[in-house]
């Protein structure tokens, strides 16, 4: 198999190594020359949690998240121009493209999402966990042409009360508009976080998206 690259982003307060285990369940073949990346956010003010200093992509308004939430794009940007530059390093030491998957969860699914859609290259995929539309709909026209036919996987928990399932669903019908493919799952009884189960499909649905050279 080809070098391929995942880049996992955490979400709101994490780190990057307190993620590094979900590299483990990922034991298929195809994943012998993945590398991975678990980085870690910048710590500064949340306005959501009353300006404590804390690991963040970006400024989060408010908490819960629904589908109405506020956003600060400006800050969003922010922190896609970073993972921008993660990804090109990766490029530049010879993994093409189309085996790049960038993957997150809460927060650091919705800088997935941003990160993946402005984008200027197709890569292999962006899998978004428990996240949300991190900006308003004008951003549509910014998605630059070979960005939108990376696809998307999007699951959420269907009892999450921190992001809430309301947002999570607005995310394929924005995807849709923007004409980008999504595969959206419910996860019933799901609270905010993660499960082996939403893992164990995001192995197989990467190992169907990866190039062989």
Not at 89 to 109: L, M
Not at 173 to 185: D, H, W
Request: proline share 9%; glycine share 8%.
């Amino acid at each position: 198999m080809a070098r391929s690259f995942i880049l996992w982003l955490h979400g709101l307060g994490d780190s990057g190594p307190a993620n590094e285990p979900i590299k483990t369940l990922f034991t298929s073949p195809e994943f012998r020359n993945t590398v991975w990346s678990f980085p870690s956010a910048p710590s500064q003010p949340v306005t959501c949690n009353y300006g404590a200093v804390m690991p963040s992509w970006f400024d989060l308004p408010e908490i819960p998240v629904t589908a109405a939430s506020p956003n600060v794009e400006s800050d969003v940007i922010k922190a896609v121009r970073n993972v921008h530059k993660m990804i090109d390093n990766e490029i530049a030491a010879g993994t093409n493209p189309d085996n790049i998957f960038v993957c997150g969860f809460s927060q650091g699914g919705a800088l997935t999402l941003a990160s993946v859609l402005l984008y200027p290259k197709t890569l292999g995929g962006g899998a978004v966990f428990s996240g949300w539309v991190p900006f308003n709909s004008s951003i549509v026209e910014q998605i630059p042409p070979d960005a939108k036919k990376t696809p998307f996987l999007w699951s959420h928990g269907m009892v999450d009360r921190t992001v809430l399932f309301e947002a999570g669903q607005a995310g394929p019908p924005f995807l849709e508009r923007a004409g980008v493919s999504c595969e959206f799952k419910a996860y019933p009884g799901l609270a905010h976080s993660i499960s082996n189960e939403e893992l164990r499909y995001l192995e197989s649905w990467i190992k169907a998206r990866m190039r062989s050279s």
